[in-house]
């Protein structure tokens, strides 16, 4: 995994687009979680057609990094509303390797994922796994289209060609936000999350 070092532009990345305001989710419904073997995870949010969305933190203290705001990723049409990892004293949170978010389909499948990173400069991967139960440690998934990165916040949408029991957000580096204090002044925003399965 590239930690720094030379970049180059990331063709799966595009500026934010401009957005107005459009209703949040109304459709979704609160449900426990079908993912065994994680961490002891809060409710999390059901999206699309029982999409599954939590928060992935594997080598945290309790595997879900901001778990309650989860659900706020979703695609609403609104930057105002994103899930957000806590605040770190450096962009690549210190001996963390990484932290994000992961979605669980209720039935395995391929599709498309698009999500926008809202703090730049930012590297993502989008990890699948066909595996059940759902593995906690993220090198034993499956990278999908490659290291996503801009120096720029923007969308990131991959094809995920697999038969995948679930799909990862994982953040690699965090780019600076004001809501930090200047002692941890580095965060990762996520939002905008779509999930459309194939057939």
């Known amino acids: 995994w590239n930690r720094g070092g030379e970049r180059t532009a990331s063709d799966s990345v595009s500026p934010l687009p401009s957005v107005t305001a459009a209703p949040a989710v109304t459709d979704g419904v609160l449900t426990e979680p079908a993912i065994g073997g994680l961490n002891d995870l809060e409710t999390p949010a059901v999206i699309d057609e029982g999409l599954i969305i939590t928060a992935w933190d594997p080598f945290g203290d309790n595997g879900g990094e901001n778990n309650a705001q989860a659900s706020l990723a979703v695609a609403d049409g609104s930057r105002s509303t994103a899930w957000s990892t806590e605040c770190y004293?450096?962009?690549?949170?210190?001996?963390?390797?990484?932290?994000?978010?992961?979605?669980?389909?209720?039935?395995?499948?391929?599709g498309r994922l698009s999500f926008e990173s809202l703090n730049a400069p930012f590297q993502i991967e989008v990890l699948a796994t066909t595996l059940d139960p759902v593995p906690s440690d993220p090198e034993q998934w499956t990278r999908v289209g490659g290291l996503h990165f801009d120096e720029e916040p923007g969308m990131v949408s991959v094809d995920v060609d697999m038969a995948a029991t679930a799909v990862g957000i994982w953040l690699l580096e965090l780019g600076p936000d004001d809501a930090c204090s200047s002692v941890n002044p580095y965060r990762g925003r996520i939002g905008e999350v779509r999930w459309s399965a194939d057939g």
Do not use: W
């Not at 004293?89 to 391929?110: D, E």
């Open 89 to 110: 004293s450096n962009q690549y949170m210190g001996a963390k390797p990484g932290v994000g978010l992961l979605l669980t389909p209720a039935v395995a499948g391929s």
